[in-house]
């Protein structure tokens, strides 16, 4: 069983669309993040939700707490963009827990 | 401001034989964990610490040690290596619980036991 799943698993786009990953789960939460894990390896923390939505530059990340949902979108995707975006949840029940999506795996295109 | 710092970056060890993944910050956070990342797996716990002295398991404790004597510092320890210790590993602290902000990685340690 797992308690976040992300949506597409991998994604090419071509520079310049717009791009949407999902992220389903199935736990009550306190916060939501969004991590993006560059090849190398290195993770950074993009946002964190508790409700509604956040944007940072060309990054918008939404989440609906009622219906266990969030979304992560790029405007006018570039290639330094390709990375693989890990959504994941802190639960209501466990403070120190996180649940992580396995990730979806963006590349694009120039 | 260094952050999260882990070392080494990469190591190889024969099955049987213990080693100490290091892990350092130097932003004063209380919070710090240990995850591993398996291919096509999301991210699992091994250990947390909420503050020195404060350490506590997550949901793949076995294999493993931590110890916390101070803030800046969180060992993970390897007792006796397995190949299903093979994985890439990360660090990563913050302020408080996991759905506080200022949440930090370290940039992992890829291990292989052969």
């Known amino acids: 069983k797992n308690e976040v799943e992300q949506s597409p698993q991998n994604l090419t786009a071509q520079e310049g669309e717009f791009i949407t990953i999902n992220c389903s789960y199935s736990?009550?939460?306190?916060?939501l993040h969004w991590l993006q894990q560059h090849p190398g390896g290195g993770i950074v923390s993009l946002f964190m939700?508790?409700?509604g939505k956040k944007k940072h530059g060309r990054l918008i990340a939404t989440i609906n707490i009622q219906e266990k949902h969030s979304s992560l979108h790029i405007t006018a995707s570039h290639p330094r963009d390709s990375a693989v975006y890990i959504c994941?949840?802190?639960?209501?029940?466990?403070?120190?827990?996180?649940?992580f999506g396995t990730g979806t795996s963006l590349t694009v295109i120039p | 401001n260094a952050g999260v710092t882990q070392t080494p970056k990469f190591r190889i060890l024969k099955i049987g034989q213990s080693m100490t993944l290091q892990c350092t910050q130097d932003?004063?956070?209380?919070?710090m964990y240990w995850y591993r990342q398996d291919p096509g797996m999301g991210l699992k716990l091994i250990y947390y610490?909420?503050?020195?002295?404060?350490?506590d398991k997550g949901e793949v404790p076995n294999g493993y040690n931590v110890s916390r004597s101070t803030t800046e510092d969180f060992p993970l320890r390897l007792e006796l290596a397995a190949p299903s210790q093979t994985s890439v590993y990360f660090c990563?602290?913050?302020?408080?619980?996991?759905?506080?902000?200022?949440?930090?990685f370290g940039s992992g340690t890829r291990l292989t036991v052969v």
């Open positions: 939700l508790s409700s």
């Open positions: 610490s909420v503050g020195a002295g404060i350490t």
């Open positions: 994941a949840v802190s639960p209501s029940s466990t403070g120190n827990q996180f649940y």
């Open positions: 990563a602290s913050s302020y408080s619980g996991q759905g506080a902000i200022g949440y930090t």
């Open positions: 932003m004063n956070h209380n919070y």
């Open positions: 736990v009550g939460i306190s916060a």
